[in-house]
């Protein structure tokens, strides 16, 4: 998955893909890379992880507005890999992130973060 993902990723690079479709394919890396991460934990996939928060953090203080609520959210996954967070700090940010999603128009990922939420809550 992690050679389909970086291949991906160096095909876009050489089209020269636009800022729009640069922001969701860090998203969508940065919630393949966590998905990963979770079952395999390998470091690689920590490095992905970290890069793709890196570049929607570049885009976001570039001025798009769209990608908040998505670096929210790998925010929030972030969080909860780490063991000392606390369930109310974890809770607060992935509210935010599905606040800012919905505010954006992207119900979808809204929903998608709803969903993980919910699995980080029963856990």
Same mark, same amino acid.
């Given at each position: @998955?992690? &050679?389909?993902?970086? &291949? #991906?990723?160096? @095909?876009?690079? #050489?089209?020269?893909?636009? $800022? =729009?479709?640069? /922001?969701?394919? @860090?998203?969508?890396?940065?919630?393949?890379?966590?998905?990963?991460?979770?079952?395999?934990? *390998?470091?690689?996939?920590?490095?992905?992880?970290? /890069?793709?928060? +890196?570049?929607?953090?570049?885009?976001? @203080?570039?001025?798009?507005?769209? *990608?908040? &609520?998505?670096? /929210?959210?790998?925010? +929030?996954?972030?969080?909860?890999?780490?063991? =000392?967070?606390?369930? $109310?700090? =974890?809770? +607060? *940010?992935?509210?935010?992130?599905?606040?800012?999603?919905?505010?954006?128009?992207?119900? $979808?990922? *809204? +929903?998608?973060?709803?969903?993980?939420?919910?699995?980080?809550?029963?856990?």
């Amino acid at each position: @998955a992690l &050679g389909r993902v970086l &291949g #991906r990723r160096k @095909a876009y690079r #050489r089209l020269g893909g636009s $800022h =729009v479709s640069n /922001q969701f394919m @860090a998203f969508l890396d940065g919630l393949v890379s966590f998905g990963l991460l979770r079952k395999k934990k *390998c470091r690689k996939f920590l490095r992905l992880a970290n /890069q793709s928060i +890196a570049t929607l953090t570049r885009i976001s @203080a570039a001025g798009s507005i769209n *990608c908040v &609520g998505m670096l /929210q959210f790998l925010k +929030a996954e972030q969080l909860t890999l780490r063991r =000392v967070a606390p369930m $109310h700090s =974890v809770k +607060a *940010c992935y509210d935010k992130a599905i606040a800012q999603l919905y505010r954006s128009g992207f119900i $979808h990922y *809204c +929903a998608l973060a709803s969903e993980r939420a919910g699995e980080y809550m029963i856990q």
